[in-house]
């Protein structure tokens, strides 16, 4: 189910690409901005190495997988200094799938590289808006003019990640009015950041790692629009009967009415297994409403200790 072709099946055509590049420089124009401009952008290799026999080897090199009808092609655009610092950071640190495209609202004219992006947007099955809420007025306009592009391009599953509240009373909630589905991030254990939220959720949403088995994109979206509100957060912990505390300590700083659907990512390590499954969904379960929409898959990190979790969760609810 989770597979492109099939997920290309139930979209609409990427009517942004019918524009060309002149559509998205003047959603920038008219904030202020002349452009967007890549972080990461491979999506002229992929095409390559879908063009050239596999024997050439460029696919192995460059790590891509032998059929890219299968992936699906996540977009995530940073808007405001913390979004766009986070996603430099992510490339910097090799954090980023090779189907992936990362970028940023711009500050110059640049060159071929921008054309790549409307083939993008078509290819997109997952795409993100990543806001700082302390972004500029300009910023902020973008933000609901590059929503407004990503829904009206029949992308399945757009959505904007918040990055924490705003301190300024009268503008709280200024990202409400996104035209889609808008997760704020909040932080509930002390030992974790923003940042930290931000990459434990990565995996899931937006770039969909193979590795999350039984992951279905139809269920995704289901769960994201359980409900009008929606918070991510993330807690960890390192025992065995850890998971349930855990939980309890993440439920403690949730408002009580999130409790309609749930998309749960388990970073573990290798010793993850079967009973570490059912407990964990278990103790979910506990928490939400009859019929509530869970999506729960483990993201197994070999860099993880035995026995350490760390948990993305996205909660929605009233």
Not at 58 to 66: E, I, N, T, V, Y
Not at 123 to 134: F, N, Q, R, Y
Not at 275 to 280: I, K, M, R, S, T
């Amino acid at each position: 189910m989770k597979r492109r072709a099939f997920i290309q099946s139930l979209s609409t055509a990427g009517t942004l690409s019918l524009a060309g590049p002149a559509a998205w420089a003047s959603v920038a124009s008219t904030v202020g901005r002349p452009t967007l401009e890549p972080l990461f952008e491979r999506l002229p290799q992929v095409l390559a190495a879908v063009e050239r026999p596999v024997s050439t080897g460029l696919a192995m090199q460059a790590g891509f997988s032998d059929d890219w009808d299968l992936n699906l092609y996540p977009l995530v655009i940073g808007i405001g200094p913390r979004a766009e610092r986070l996603l430099a950071d992510l490339v910097n640190a090799g954090s980023v799938p090779a189907d992936a495209g990362l970028y940023r609202t711009g500050t110059a004219p640049l060159g071929a590289a921008t054309d790549w992006l409307p083939l993008r947007l078509k290819k997109a099955t997952i795409a993100m808006l990543l806001v700082d809420p302390e972004a500029s007025e300009a910023r902020r306009e973008a933000s609901i003019l590059l929503a407004r592009r990503l829904v009206d391009a029949g992308v399945y599953l757009p959505l904007a990640l918040v990055l924490g509240r705003s301190d300024h009373a009268g503008d709280a909630a200024w990202w409400r009015c996104l035209p889609l589905p808008t997760i704020e991030v909040q932080t509930t254990d002390p030992a974790l950041d923003t940042r930290n939220i931000v990459e434990a959720m990565l995996p899931g949403l937006p770039f969909n790692q193979p590795t999350l088995v039984g992951v279905d994109l139809c269920d995704m979206r289901a769960a994201l629009r359980a409900g009008p509100k929606a918070l991510a957060t993330a807690v960890r912990w390192n025992e065995p009967e850890g998971c349930v505390r855990a939980l309890d300590r993440a439920w403690v700083g949730l408002p009580p009415t999130l409790c309609k659907g749930v998309l749960a990512w388990v970073n573990a390590g290798t010793d993850f297994s079967m009973g570490d499954f059912d407990n964990l969904l278990q103790a979910l379960d506990a928490r939400l409403e009859s019929g509530a929409f869970c999506v729960l898959a483990p993201y197994i990190d070999p860099s993880l200790a035995d026995g350490e979790r760390l948990l993305s969760l996205t909660v929605v609810g009233d």
